[in-house]
């Protein structure tokens, strides 16, 4: 738990600044605070890559990729260039490629659990 403290703190922090942006009008605070989140996710990643408990992949791009797509759908849906089903539609496959990060990171991640050793020795 002291080491997933990024973590929680930066998952904690994008839900806040998510509600927050959805009940208030405001747009700096919940936006700063949202990337404050993302700062500390991207910092318990690179924290378990200089441990060498992760192993950076495909899965990365897929990251890189959701989070351009779904961005892309926000910008979409708040100008209106395309309809409104366009920009929902980029937000889902964007968060459908991050989730897709998200489950290669913790399958690799997870230590294996240990296995009984068997009580006859080699002779």
């Known amino acids: 738990m002291t080491k997933k403290w990024p973590l929680y703190t930066g998952i904690a ?3 806040l600044g998510i509600v927050f942006k959805a009940a208030t009008h405001i747009n700096v605070y919940p936006l700063l605070t949202i990337l404050t989140g993302v700062c500390f996710k991207v910092f318990y990643i690179i924290q378990k ?17 959701g989070l351009i797509i779904f961005l892309s759908g926000i910008a979409l849906s708040s ?3 395309i309809n409104h ?15 897709t990060f998200v ?9 294996p659990i240990p296995t009984a050793s068997p009580l006859v020795t080699n002779e």
Not at 85 to 97: E, M, P, R, S, Y
């Open 13 to 15: 922090l994008l839900a």
């Open 49 to 65: 890559i200089i441990r060498k408990e992760y192993k950076p992949g495909i899965e990365v791009g897929a990251l890189f990729c």
């Open 79 to 81: 100008t209106g260039l």
């Open 85 to 99: 089903f366009a920009a929902v539609l980029f937000k889902i496959t964007g968060i459908a490629l991050k989730a």
């Open 103 to 111: 489950a290669i990171f913790i399958f690799k991640t997870r230590k």
